[in-house]
């Protein structure tokens, strides 16, 4: 290969990374900020005291045992962030009582989670 196609191959590397990554930066996002998401959503943090489940993949539900001392029933929607932290993890932060903070929404008398992150 000859020096002159070799600095163009070079250079349409370069131009490929930086659009993919240029490209990776403006659509990803936190998803806090997505309309209809948890930006303006209430929130709790707490322990898991209990999950629902048929298996670690089928997280129907769980409770959180919030600083105060109440108990709050959540059911699982669809989450934001459902890759991020699979429903599946709660069983863990049960064992282990690592705090979660869970943004909800509610339908009727039901609190129903739409984010859930691990709390520092």
Do not use: C
């Amino acid at each position: 290969m000859d020096r002159r196609t070799r600095n163009l191959f070079a250079l349409v590397l370069v131009v490929v990374i930086a659009v993919t990554g240029g490209a990776a930066v403006l659509l990803s996002g936190s998803g806090v900020g997505d309309a209809g998401g948890s930006a303006n959503a209430p929130s709790l943090v707490g322990v898991i005291v209990g999950v629902r489940s048929e298996g670690l993949d089928k997280v129907r539900g769980f409770s959180l045992r919030t600083q105060d001392g109440a108990t709050v029933p959540f059911s699982i929607g669809n989450l934001e962030n459902g890759v991020a932290f699979p429903p599946g993890h709660l069983v863990e932060h049960q064992a282990t009582a690592q705090p979660v903070r869970v943004w909800y929404r509610t339908e009727g008398e039901t609190k129903v989670a739409i984010r859930l992150e691990d709390t520092p």
